[in-house]
């Protein structure tokens, strides 16, 4: 391969390259504040990571942007409802 084929495959590689070097980092932040736990209301900045690495797969991996209208509300819809199911399985734990 020539290096102006290297340079067009990295042009197409870099979002993907970026958004999984960017989970990793969210990853080890998430997985560094439950391990230590250094405040009383690390579980909210848990809950904020970890919206952040939802976006950034919905965003970059599934590549809502540049979907249709329809496909995008499809998407919105499908994550609103793991978000409802996980409530739904976070209150019965709790309760319990």
């Known amino acids: ?5 290297w340079q067009v495959l990295w042009q ?3 979002p993907a390259v970026r958004s ?10 998430n ?4 391990a230590t736990l250094p405040f009383s209301w690390a579980y909210v900045v848990e809950g904020v990571v970890v919206a952040c690495m939802v ?3 919905l965003l970059v991996s599934m590549e809502v942007l540049r979907e249709p209208p329809l496909m995008r509300l499809f998407a919105a819809l499908g994550f ?3 978000a409802i199911m996980f409530t739904m399985t976070l ?3 709790l309760s319990r």
């Open 20 to 29: 999984f070097v960017l989970l990793l980092v969210l990853l080890g932040v």
């Open 55 to 57: 976006l950034t797969v």
């Open 31 to 34: 997985v560094t504040l439950g």
């Open 91 to 93: 209150v019965d734990y």
């Open 80 to 82: 609103f409802w793991v």
């Open 1 to 5: 391969m020539s290096h102006d084929d």
């Open 12 to 14: 197409h590689m870099r």
